[in-house]
């Protein structure tokens, strides 16, 4: 998470990505509010698979090239390959986020919060299938839309009752970590093959969980926005 470039400017990232398709108007409230509501789900969606494609070719290519030395020179690069797959995995995570809705993930100085790195934990989770994560994400979601919340509030998930269901997550990443190390290290034993074998083993994990995490994050979220609608609408006509 410290490894320079890996933060999202939220703001900077929706106003690059969004400006040719929404005025001015949309633009401010779609920053304050969030996107779903504001700008069509079917941009949306086209945005969300244009980042996962820019990421996918990323992160295999790097994860090839690292894996040409082959033989005892693979050792130094594992720890390089698991950093640069979670950089891209940080950093499309924050898009995906941004482009569903999501508040801003860094505080006022441009900061991840403690918070913000759970988040990223139960992205991670939800990429990697972790049922507990999905759950995590719908509360979030609904809490999202409950309150508009443009910012990340700081703990709302270490304080609350989502953090048991966090910590569990946090327990699946680093076992997890542990068996893509060593599934890393195998791919990579024989030159200049390893970096095929590294590239395809990066290309088949990454781009399915990264759909995978553009799915959950665009239905909880249009869920939430739905739910509230509707809440709207019968507190309006009991008024």
């Known amino acids: 998470m410290q ?5 999202v400017n939220r703001d900077s990232f929706l106003k690059k990505e969004l400006t040719i398709y929404c005025t001015d108007i949309q633009l401010a409230e779609l920053l304050e509010k969030g996107t779903v509501g504001v700008i069509p789900i079917e941009i949306l969606d086209k945005i969300a698979s244009e980042s996962i494609s820019y990421h996918v070719k990323l992160v295999t290519a790097s994860s090839t090239v690292l894996g040409i030395p082959g033989g005892f020179a693979m050792v130094g690069t594992i720890p390089s390959d698991l950093a640069q797959y979670y950089y891209h995995v940080f950093a499309l995570a924050q898009k995906l986020a941004y482009i569903y809705g999501y508040p801003d993930l860094c505080d006022e100085n441009g900061n991840f919060t403690e918070d913000a790195a759970e ?20 509360e ?6 409950k309150e508009v ?23 699946w990443v680093g076992i997890n970590l542990t068996k893509q190390s060593f599934s890393r290290g195998v791919s990579k034993l024989v030159p200049i093959i390893g970096g095929v074998v590294s590239g395809g083993l990066t290309y088949v994990t990454f781009k399915p969980q990264s759909k995978k995490l553009k799915e959950q994050l665009r239905s909880k979220m249009l869920l939430a926005y739905e739910n509230k609608k509707q809440n709207d609408y019968f507190a309006a006509e009991e008024v």
């Not at 490894?3 to 933060?7: A, D, E, F, I, T």
């Not at 988040?119 to 719908?138: R, W």
């Not at 919340?149 to 327990?171: C, M, S, W």
């Open 140 to 145: 979030i979601a609904e809490q999202v839309q």
């Open 149 to 171: 919340l443009r910012r990340l509030p700081r703990y709302a998930l270490t304080k609350g009752v989502l953090y048991p269901l966090v910590k569990q997550i946090a327990k």
């Open 119 to 138: 988040m990223l934990t139960i992205f991670v989770g939800v990429m990697g299938g972790v049922a507990a994560a999905n759950k995590v994400i719908q």
């Open 3 to 7: 490894l320079p470039g890996v933060k």
